[in-house]
């Protein structure tokens, strides 16, 4: 099921033999009923715990949030300008019009600058969080 | 055109791919775990390795066949597909990643503490995925009646047996290289023509007149704003909902750097989308002629010959031939391994004769279905499969990752809506075809108002429902919780 929740067992039937993957990963009804109350070993749910990684989700949602929609304008704004002034439409580059040549590769850089834009936010966040449960 | 020199280069590249499987095994054996080895991988290669399976036919071929048959409206489909990596960047890579889960019925199961939902999700899985591996086979039918004149279903037939035979020799699962090779195979085997048909194109006399190909109407300016919108959202939230993109995920070592994975991911995928709109707009200036269906998506494999003819021309196909052939193999194989080990954990308990049987059994119905049924436009039939998934699994797992009271019964009843809005409004649109107006294009391009309906199903029956699961808490904040460091994972993994 889980790389923690089952880690027991998995470690148990990985020594048991070459390890088949299914074995590894399986959660066929019968082991998952079997398995002992699930805790995870990474955080264990203390009150103040709970409370931290809520604050953490909510921030983490925001800032998926934030970062989609600040894309999503980004794309309807290169849309629009590619779509609507027929300026683009006449000027031509080595035989292709500049709309045409946005509408090809002008999206991916985009992409690129939200992605990691998002990513050194996202681990800016979760180093706070971080520092903040190990002063606890 | 060179027939042998294409088949030379298919056979060195199956030979290449079971090299490099055979020595990707061995390095596995020498360690504990394969997935304790795949974490040695550097990020690179793992990146390499998630878009080799990505990346297929749809957009190796179909691509620049959809951009000659119907213009740059044919863009918008590599954008969703890269841009469907920003969703997963965003909703989904990390939070998977730490859920420890290694297919979408793992999460969904462990998320909801429910079989029926599982056992739904695994249906859909299947479903998808051999939605998915029958436009590669048609894409391997096609390629090979091009370069060598070879009988339709020779082509289905072989990759199929080298994707069964190979995932069911157990082969392909700890072959996160083959992958990667596979990858740079394919950047190349476009990247490199696009260069040499951009240098000759620029030598060649008369200009051409870009008005002509490159018309207004079927250029940006002729934006269908509810299409494209539908579309677009198919797109991206479908990404998240394909049976082979989360597995690729666990072999990040943490939450972080599946994200920094992911980001490279989106680097690589666009260079190679970058590269397959190029040959796109090239093959609008140098192959109007085969602005045809069936034949357009031909025309990356008929550019080599026409640009550059003699012994350049054909071992640019050649290139050509072998990056298709990357195509189907990365991809098909990929997916016949999750079908496989879904099926067999399923259904038999998961034992290693049984996930055999489930990868013969899972490449077998895509090849019946492949030889019963006749192409379509590549990159619009993977378009679909992206769209379904998009209405079936993608809301149920962004709600359990990120919303507390989804239930069982809830998830249950969006996967239901999803999947059966979605595939009557394929067979309406079929049926009605495309002369009824706003109805056709609501039936075309269903994306906007399933995925809607799904998710709104989801939400209403959970909150009616009201049976959240006891672990909810538990797994959500374990989903959003960065690991406290590489020792204690080191330890504990």
Known sequence: MTENGTGGGAERRRGASRPPRERVTSIDAASARTDPAPRTGRWAVGEAETLFTRTLMRAQGRLAIVCLLSFGVALVLVTVVMSRIPLLDAIVLGGVPLSWLIHAYGFYPLMVIWAVGYTLACQRLEGRFTQLVEHE | MNAALSIAAIVAVVVVTAVIGIWGLRISRT????????????????????????????????????????????????????????????????????????????????????????????????????????????????????????????????????????????????????????????????????????????????????????????????????????????????????????????????????????????????????????????????????????????????????????????????????????????????????????????????????FRWAAVFCTFVPLVVALATAPQGLVTSVGTVFVFAASALSPVILLGIWWRRLTARGAVAGMIVGAVSCTAALIGSAAVGPGAGALSSLLAQPGLWTISAATLTSVIVSLVDGRTPVSADRILSRLHSPERSRGELAAGG
């Open chain 2, 31 to 354: 360690t504990s775990d394969f997935f304790v080895a795949s974490r040695t991988v550097r990020p690179v290669w793992n990146a390499s390795a998630i878009s080799g399976e990505y990346l297929s036919a749809g957009t190796f071929l179909g691509l620049s066949g959809l951009v000659l048959l119907s213009g740059s409206d044919a863009f918008w489909f590599p954008i969703g597909y890269a841009a469907g990596y920003l969703l997963v960047l965003m909703l989904v890579a990390a939070p998977l990643r730490r859920s420890g889960a290694y297919t979408i019925p793992d999460f969904i199961h462990a998320r909801l503490d429910s079989l029926l939902a599982r056992r739904l999700t695994s249906a859909l899985v299947l479903i998808i995925g051999w939605l998915y591996i029958v436009p590669q086979l048609h894409g391997a039918s096609l390629a090979l009646t091009v370069v060598a004149d070879i009988p339709p279903w020779v082509g289905a037939t072989t990759v199929a047996l080298v994707v069964g035979g190979s995932v069911a020799a157990g082969g392909m699962r700890s072959i996160t290289f083959v992958q990667a090779f596979l990858f740079w195979l394919k950047l190349a085997a476009l990247a490199v023509p696009a260069i040499f048909f951009a240098i000759t194109l620029s030598g060649t006399e008369p200009r051409i007149d870009p008005a002509l190909v490159f018309p207004q109407g079927l250029g940006p300016a002729g934006l269908d704003a509810y299409a494209t919108t539908s579309l677009l959202i198919g797109l991206l939230l479908g990404t998240v909902g394909l049976p082979h993109v989360l597995v690729r995920f666990y072999t990040s070592p943490t939450g972080g750097s599946a994200r920094w994975t992911t980001v490279g991911v989106i680097v690589l995928i666009s260079a190679f989308y970058i590269a397959s709109s190029t040959i796109g707009l090239i093959a609008r200036i140098a192959a109007p002629d085969l602005a045809a269906p069936g034949v357009a998506d031909t025309v990356a494999l008929q550019l080599p010959s026409r640009l550059i003819p003699g012994p350049a021309g054909d071992l640019l196909t050649a290139l050509v031939v072998a990056g298709a052939l990357a195509a189907f193999l990365g991809t098909s194989s990929g997916l016949v391994v999750s079908l496989s080990s879904a099926v067999s954990q399923d259904l038999f308990h998961g034992t290693v004769t049984s």
